[in-house]
């Protein structure tokens, strides 16, 4: 499956951060979300070949690497307190949609 | 671009009872859909998918859910609720144009009395 680290931060106003992600086995597509408490996941961006394929409304300061493992990474440069969310990172085969995306468990980040 | 309507932030059922979470999209071309479901401090599970193949999708734990065009509806139904089925659904479309970019609704807060 897809693994997360870690599962639990806790960071200070204008600090970085950086998320992991391992994708499923097979999969060459990561996409990262944010989730705010009580609401829906927020499509952030996504990665195919080491390189960003689409992004949504997030701000420049939200970045990202993929890995010629299929590992990613997810970047926050200074935190605000509004970034406290739960980050998911899902991996998906590409041209094939419907197969699905597997979630990881995600990254509880705290913005103090 | 897509969206996803899930109507009802919360629904309540009694054990044994018929759940029925709705969700109505909108999108301008032949969506993908899927229904998740999330358990307190955990990721999402994928419950079903509707790939353009059978109108009504049979997933894990019971779950089914009908894409009905003429409504552009895809609700999720059980017939008979338990208490392991309490959490979070949330309901995703997926389009071509977007590449693999999921847009989710707000979620179904789905409580099962006993």
């Known amino acids: 499956g897809v693994t997360q680290s870690p599962t639990h931060l806790i960071k200070t106003r204008g600090q970085q951060v950086t998320l992991r992600c391992s994708s499923q086995?097979?999969?060459?597509?990561v996409s990262w979300y944010q989730q705010a408490l009580g609401q829906g996941p927020q499509f952030i961006f996504q990665?195919?070949?080491?390189?960003?394929?689409g992004r949504g409304n997030f701000p420049p300061r939200f970045s990202g690497l993929q890995f010629p493992n299929d590992s990613s990474e997810l970047n926050v440069n200074a935190l605000e307190l509004d970034d406290s969310a739960l980050y998911l990172c899902a991996s998906s085969l590409a041209g094939h949609t419907g197969y699905g995306y597997t979630f990881g468990s995600g990254t509880r980040l705290t913005v103090v | 671009a897509q969206s996803v309507t899930q109507l009802g932030s919360h629904v309540s059922v009694s054990e044994g009872a018929l759940v029925l979470l709705r969700c109505n999209y909108s999108?301008?071309?032949?969506?993908?859909l899927f229904w998740y479901v999330q358990y307190p401090n955990q990721g999402l599970q994928l419950l079903l998918k509707y790939t353009s193949a059978a109108t009504l999708v049979k997933g894990i734990n019971g779950f089914e859910a009908e894409f009905k065009k003429s409504e552009t509806s895809f609700h999720l139904t059980k017939p008979s609720a338990h208490m392991s089925d309490a959490a979070e659904y949330f309901c995703a479309v997926s389009v071509g144009t977007s590449g693999s970019r999921l847009t989710f609704g707000e979620g179904t807060q789905l409580t099962v009395n006993p």
């Open positions: 999108s301008s071309v032949p969506p993908y």
């Open positions: 990665y195919y070949r080491e390189e960003e394929n």
């Open positions: 086995s097979g999969h060459n597509t």
